[in-house]
Structure formats: structure tokens, C-alpha cells
């Protein structure tokens, strides 16, 4: 199955920095990458997914960029603000298979 | 829009007991997922459905087991409740049909139920 590695598991950043967070996975047939934001007590929420026909999305403050080549996405984060600070999720999906596969997550904080 | 509903939020079992996970979708999505959330190990899959009367394993299947009589619904039900079970436990959903369409394979999670196994 799929291996998704995720790094680093914890990063603080001061406010208004940037925060660059990276996942590598293994299965070759993934190509969907989705970013989930969890916020204490309550369950992962989409911030950003990337198809594997693009190399990079933006969206405001957060991109994702995808080195199909390499294997590895990563999530951008930029002017960081204290609101940003949660666990970050990253996840491989193939379109034959039917699972999603998560990183370990990255607790973020923004230090104000 | 209720979204992902989740019942109990929080609940201690004794060892050998058995108990039932409610998630309800009210999104018409035919995938339905359970994941388990331990401290640094990320989100596990445990079971999951494609639709109403299919089910299979994810990756840590290993003392539950669900059941998907209707689209909105899918249980997750503990037999013989173990320590190892203790976790914070998440139904999500999706529409699953192939990712070139919009919104395709987005999950939308519940708010969790942390369930304590003593």
C-alpha cells in the first residue's frame, strides 16, 4: 500500500514568517494530494488538494506544489498569523484505489 | 447543512464492553469512511463503504465492525472493548467518482468521538 511520510512533526514559526511543511509518498498511482487543517477538538477540515496534472495551486496565504517526479508536495504557508496554528494533515490518493493515506501531521504554531 | 454527525463525543468503556459509533451524513455522498487518531500516528483508516450494503477493511480493521444499511448512516461497533482501542475516532465522507470532476474525493470529517477504554 501507500507510504506517506510527513515532516516536520512539530514547527514553530513567528508571526508573519512563512511555514513550508513536506510529505513524500511511495505508491506512483497517487494523484490526488488534499491538505487538511485540524483544529483543536474538532476534525480535519480541506484547505488545499493538488491533482497530480498540476504542479502548483494557490490559494490566498496557502500553496501546494507537487514534484511528481520526486515523489514529494509540499504546503506554503505565507505571513503567517496566530489563527494558523493547528495540526496540518497531508494525504495520497490513487484514482483506482479507494483509500486515502495521511502523514503523521505537523503541529504548527505562530508565535505572535 | 448539518454536514458529518457524530455521537457520542466522548465516552469511557470497561475492558469486554461493546459499544456503538453513530455517523450520519446528510450529503447525499456515497463513500463513507472511520478513522482512528492516535497521538503522532496520523489518521488510520479502519473500515470504509463505497455505498449502501458494501463495506471493507482499511488498515487496522482488527476488532470492529461496521455496516452500511443505508446511505446516510454507517455505525462503527466495538466488540469486546480492549485498552489498544482507546483513541479519538472520526467518521468522514465523500463523493468518490473518479478525480477529474470538482469537489471530487474532498472528505468531510465529523467532529470526533474520543472514546477511553479502562
Known amino acids: 500500500g501507500e507510504n506517506v511520510e510527513q515532516h516536520p512533526s512539530t514547527l514553530s514559526v513567528q508571526e508573519g514568517d512563512s511555514a513550508v511543511i513536506k510529505c513524500t509518498y511511495s505508491?506512483?498511482?497517487?494523484?490526488?494530494f488534499p491538505w487538511y487543517k485540524q483544529e483543536l477538538g474538532k476534525g480535519p477540515q480541506l484547505i488545499i488538494d493538488?491533482?497530480?496534472?498540476?504542479g502548483e495551486k494557490k490559494d490566498q496565504r496557502i500553496a501546494v506544489t507537487l514534484n511528481k517526479t520526486a515523489k514529494h508536495f509540499s504546503l506554503h504557508i505565507t505571513e503567517t498569523q496566530p489563527e494558523d496554528s493547528a495540526v496540518y494533515f497531508c494525504?495520497?490518493?490513487?484514482?483506482?484505489?479507494?483509500?486515502?493515506?495521511f502523514g503523521t501531521g505537523t503541529s504548527l504554531t505562530v508565535i505572535p | 447543512n448539518a454536514g458529518v454527525t457524530q455521537t457520542p463525543k466522548f465516552r469511557i468503556l470497561k475492558i469486554g464492553q461493546s459499544m456503538t459509533l453513530q455517523c450520519t451524513q446528510d450529503?447525499?455522498?456515497?463513500?463513507m469512511y472511520w478513522y482512528r487518531q492516535d497521538p503522532g500516528m496520523g489518521l488510520k483508516l479502519i473500515y470504509y463503504?463505497?455505498?449502501?450494503?458494501?463495506?471493507d477493511k482499511g488498515e487496522v480493521p482488527n476488532g470492529y465492525n461496521v455496516s452500511r444499511s443505508t446511505t446516510e448512516d454507517f455505525p462503527l461497533r466495538l466488540e469486546l472493548a480492549a485498552p489498544s482501542q482507546t483513541s479519538v475516532y472520526f467518521c468522514?465522507?465523500?463523493?468518490?467518482?473518479?478525480?477529474?470532476?470538482?469537489?471530487?474525493?474532498?472528505?468531510?470529517f465529523g467532529a470526533g468521538s474520543r472514546l477511553t477504554v479502562l
Open positions: 450529503m447525499n455522498h456515497n463513500y
Open positions: 505508491d506512483s498511482a497517487s494523484n490526488y
Open positions: 468522514a465522507s465523500s463523493y468518490s467518482y473518479g478525480t477529474g470532476r470538482a469537489g471530487a474525493n474532498v472528505l468531510t
Open positions: 493538488i491533482r497530480s496534472n498540476v
Open positions: 494525504a495520497a490518493k490513487s484514482n483506482t484505489g479507494n483509500q486515502f493515506y
Open positions: 463503504s463505497v455505498g449502501a450494503g458494501i463495506t
